[in-house]
C-alpha cells in the first residue's frame, strides 16, 4: 500500500504562485509514475500533470503547459507542482495520485489517491 498525503493549497490572489506538495510513504518502490489532477466544482477530475518517479520525464496537460512546474525529490518520496500566475479558473481540489502502470492521463490507471487540497483562486 501507498499513502499519499497533498499540502500547500489555499486563497491565492489571480496572478499569484503556489507551490503544492505530495509525500508518498509505504511501498514506493512500486510506484512508477506520479500525477497531479484536479477537480472544479460541478467538473469532472482532469489531468494536469505527471513525473516519472526516478527520473525526470514530465508530462502535462495542454490547459496548463507554460504555467504549471512538476518536480520531485526523490530522496524523500516528494512530488511538488507548482503553479504560476494563478487564474480564477485555476481553482480547484488538487489531487496527487501513484501509479504502478498504466498511462499518465487517464485517472483510471492510478492505485493510490491523496485526499486532496484546495486552492482558490480570487480575481
Known amino acids: 500500500q501507498v499513502q499519499l498525503v497533498e499540502s500547500g493549497g489555499g486563497l491565492v490572489q489571480a496572478g499569484g504562485s503556489l507551490r503544492l506538495s505530495c509525500a508518498a510513504s509505504?511501498?514506493?518502490?512500486?510506484?512508477?509514475?506520479m500525477g497531479w489532477f484536479r477537480q472544479a466544482p460541478g467538473k469532472e477530475r482532469e489531468f494536469v500533470s505527471a513525473i516519472l518517479r526516478t527520473g525526470g520525464i514530465t508530462e502535462y496537460s495542454d490547459s496548463v503547459q507554460g504555467r504549471f512546474t512538476v518536480s520531485g525529490d526523490d530522496a524523500r518520496d516528494t512530488i511538488y507542482l507548482r503553479i504560476d500566475r494563478l487564474k480564477p479558473e485555476d481553482t480547484a481540489v488538487y489531487y496527487c495520485?501513484?501509479?504502478?502502470?498504466?498511462?499518465?492521463?487517464?485517472?483510471?490507471?492510478?492505485?493510490?489517491w491523496g485526499q486532496g487540497t484546495q486552492v482558490t483562486v480570487s480575481s
Open positions: 495520485a501513484a501509479a504502478i502502470r498504466g498511462t499518465w492521463s487517464r485517472s483510471n490507471d492510478y492505485d493510490y
Open positions: 509505504g511501498n514506493t518502490f512500486s510506484i512508477d509514475h
